[in-house]
């Protein structure tokens, strides 16, 4: 079991570029989850899934978009890379049910520099 | 706005001595969790309590929830140098709904 994968680790963009984080999980998780962490601070969720072709916003969306056409894959794109989007991104999925989503998997994290 | 917000934002202690940090919330929730992350690493998860439950416990850890105050604990005995970390709260308000953290409190142990 590989657990949540991300990928690339490091990531260095100018601004205007687009980009597309890689994540994957291979624990049959019906929830998905896209979280950036800046220095000192808590995680803000950007985007969310409940399972394949499900996706709905999180607290901050804007500048990103994601699509969740299979089970284990959550991919996130950039659309045009600004410097307020440095940031640590991390992935995270769980089982959901109708007790609601439960322990959350996390990814290693994606650290994101935009110039 | 954030569901959760930890409290307080940081914390000192001596090695042995017991660390509480405290959570509270703003509307109802289905469960809420518990996390711990080392600097500069991922979050590791520690305990999920549901609104029905009031109580549990791992190891050294003890987690309470008042869902009339809305508000969570999480206790950690005989703390240890390597307990040092910040330590977030995550809320779920209802089934397959998303997962919210607060912005956390930092503890350091100092040996």
């Known amino acids: 079991n590989a657990g949540v994968t991300q990928t690339p680790k490091f990531q260095v963009l100018k601004t205007g570029q687009s980009m597309t984080l890689q994540c994957a999980q291979d624990?049959?998780?019906?929830?998905m989850s896209w979280y950036r962490q800046d220095p000192g601070m808590g995680l803000r969720l950007i985007h969310y899934?409940?399972?394949?072709?499900?996706?709905d916003q999180g607290e901050v969306p804007n500048g990103y978009n994601v699509s969740r056409s299979t089970t284990e894959d959550f991919p996130l794109r950039l659309l045009s890379a600004a410097p307020s989007q440095t940031s640590v991104y991390f992935c995270?999925?769980?089982?959901?049910?109708?007790?609601?989503?439960?322990?959350?998997?996390f990814g290693p994290g994606t650290r994101l520099t935009v110039l | 706005s954030q569901q959760g917000e930890e409290d307080p934002q940081a914390l000192s202690i001596q090695e042995g001595e017991n660390a509480t940090m405290n959570c509270s919330y703003k509307?109802?929730?289905?469960?809420l969790q518990w996390y711990r992350q080392n600097s500069g690493r991922g979050l590791v998860h520690l305990i999920l309590i549901r609104s029905n439950e009031r109580e549990k416990h791992s190891g050294r850890l003890r987690v309470t929830l008042d869902t009339s105050k809305k508000s969570s604990s999480l206790l950690i005995t005989a703390s240890r140098a390597a307990d040092t970390a910040s330590y977030f709260c995550a809320t779920v308000k209802t089934s397959y709904d998303k997962v919210i953290f607060g912005p956390g409190t930092s503890l350091s142990v100092i040996p």
């Open positions: 624990m049959n998780h019906e929830y």
């Open positions: 899934s409940v399972g394949a072709g499900i996706t």
């Open positions: 509307t109802s929730i289905n469960n």
């Open positions: 995270a999925s769980s089982y959901s049910s109708g007790q609601g989503a439960g322990e959350q998997f």
